[in-house]
C-alpha cells in the first residue's frame, strides 16, 4: 500500500480542486540523495516482491498446518490467518499493479485517468485491505477472548464454515466502507508525490466524515484487540500457573495467543501513527475554520510518512504465522510439549458436556 517516490510527477499544476488531482502540491521535492534511494523503480519492485513472497509462504505453512489439524478451535484460527494472509498478499498484488508501473513510466494521471477511475480503485483499494487486517485482527482477538474465558459457554467452537461466513463479512464491510467516497461520501484524490490516492484531508463535510470514519474504526479494532488480547493472556496466565494444571496445559492456546499479540503489536506500531493523525488533522482544520482547496506541504510529506509505514504491516504480518508456530516455539523452548486439552483444567462439568469436549479433545 502506498509507495511513493519522491519526484514529481506529470501532472498539471494547475489541475481543478474539484477533480482528484487538485489537492495536493505536487512540486514538493525532498533531496537529491532520499529521490534516488526511494524512488528508484527496482527499490519498488523489491519492495513488493518481498511481501509477496512472505505472505505466499506464510499462506503454504497455514495450509499444510491445516491438513495436519482435527481441532475445531485451532482450525477455525487458521481459517481466521488465512483470510488475513489473503487479504495482505491481495493489497499489497492490487496496489503494486498501479504503482510500480507508474514508476518506470511516469505517465500523466490526468491524461491516463481524466475520470479519476484509476484514481477512486486505487483509493479503495487502500482503504479496504487497510481497514480488512485491522477489523480481523479484532475479530480474531474476540473469538479467542470467548475460547479462553468462556470455553464452555458453547457446545461446539467456530466451525470453519462458520470462519469462512465472518472473513466474508469484514470483507463485505470493509468494502462497503471503501465504497463511500465513489457514492459522495467524501473523496479520493491523488496524493504527494503523485503514485498513490488516498482518503482527502480537506475540512469540508464530507471528507471529514469519511476520515473521521476511517481512523475511528481502524482505532476502535486496535483498542478491542488490546483488551481482548490482554484478558485472554492475564487468563491463560492464571491457568498455566496454578499448580494442579502446570503439567496440563494446552499448548495450541499458547501458540495462538502469541500469533495474535504479535499481529497486534505490529497493526499497533504501523497503523496508530497514521490513524492519530487523520484524526488530529482533520480536528485541527475544523477548529481554526479556514477554507482550504490544497493539503499543506507538511502535511503530504506527513502522510507519506506515516503510509510507508502502514505499508510494513502487510510484509511483517506473515512472518509472525511463520516464526511463532508451535514448532518453531519448541525449539525455543522446549518445555512446551503436547499436553491435554484445556478441558482437563474444568473437572466440574455437566457429563455430556464433559464427553462432547472430550471427544474433540481426542482429535487434537
Not at 470462519?163 to 464491510?173: K, P
Not at 470514519?213 to 496454578?242: E, I, K, P, Q
Not at 486439552?341 to 457429563?351: A, C, D, I, T
Request: hydrophobic letters at 45%; aromatic letters at 10%; one cysteine or more.
Amino acid at each position: 500500500m502506498g509507495w511513493g517516490d519522491t519526484e514529481p510527477p506529470n501532472v498539471s499544476l494547475a489541475s481543478p480542486p474539484h477533480t482528484c488531482f487538485g489537492v495536493v502540491n505536487l512540486s514538493l521535492s525532498l533531496n537529491v540523495t532520499q529521490g534516488k534511494a526511494i524512488a528508484s523503480p527496482w527499490f519498488s519492485t523489491a519492495f513488493g516482491l518481498i511481501g509477496l513472497c512472505s505472505n505466499l509462504f506464510a499462506l503454504y505453512v497455514l495450509l499444510s498446518s491445516s491438513r495436519q489439524l482435527s481441532s475445531r478451535s485451532r482450525s477455525s484460527f487458521l481459517v481466521f490467518l488465512c483470510g488475513l494472509v489473503v487479504t495482505d498478499f491481495m493489497g499489497l498484488l492490487v496496489t503494486a499493479a498501479v504503482i510500480i508501473p507508474y514508476h518506470f513510466t511516469k505517465f500523466n494521471w490526468a491524461q491516463v485517468d481524466p475520470g479519476c477511475h484509476l484514481c477512486n480503485f486505487l483509493g479503495f483499494s487502500m482503504v479496504f485491505f487497510g481497514q480488512c487486517p485491522l477489523l480481523l485482527g479484532a475479530t480474531m482477538a474476540g473469538e479467542r477472548f470467548v475460547g479462553i474465558n468462556r470455553p464452555f459457554s458453547r457446545s461446539t467452537s467456530v466451525s470453519k464454515r462458520r470462519a469462512w461466513a465472518i472473513v466474508a463479512t469484514v470483507w463485505g464491510f470493509s468494502c462497503a466502507l471503501g465504497l463511500l467516497p465513489v457514492l459522495g461520501l467524501g473523496r479520493y484524490t491523488l496524493q504527494y508525490p503523485g503514485s498513490w490516492c488516498f482518503l482527502t484531508l480537506l475540512p469540508d463535510a464530507g471528507n471529514v466524515v469519511f476520515c473521521l470514519l476511517f481512523a475511528l474504526l481502524g482505532v476502535c479494532s486496535v483498542l478491542l484487540s488490546f483488551v481482548f488480547n490482554t484478558v485472554s493472556v492475564v487468563t491463560l496466565c492464571r491457568v498455566y500457573h496454578d499448580r494442579e494444571s502446570v503439567q496440563r496445559r494446552r499448548d495450541s492456546e499458547v501458540e495462538m495467543m502469541v500469533q495474535l499479540v504479535g499481529i497486534m503489536v505490529i497493526a499497533t506500531i504501523c497503523w496508530m501513527p497514521l490513524l492519530v493523525f487523520i484524526i488530529q488533522t482533520t480536528l485541527q482544520q475544523l477548529r481554526t475554520g479556514d477554507p482550504l482547496h490544497m493539503l499543506p506541504g507538511q502535511t503530504q510529506q506527513l502522510l507519506l510518512i506515516y503510509i510507508r509505514m502502514v505499508t510494513w504491516n502487510q510484509i511483517l504480518d506473515p512472518w509472525v504465522y511463520i516464526l511463532f508456530r508451535r514448532a518453531v516455539l519448541q525449539r525455543l523452548h522446549p518445555g512446551l510439549r503436547a499436553r491435554p486439552s484445556l478441558l482437563s483444567l474444568y473437572p466440574v462439568l455437566n457429563p455430556s458436556l464433559r464427553r462432547k469436549l472430550t471427544q474433540e479433545g481426542r482429535l487434537q
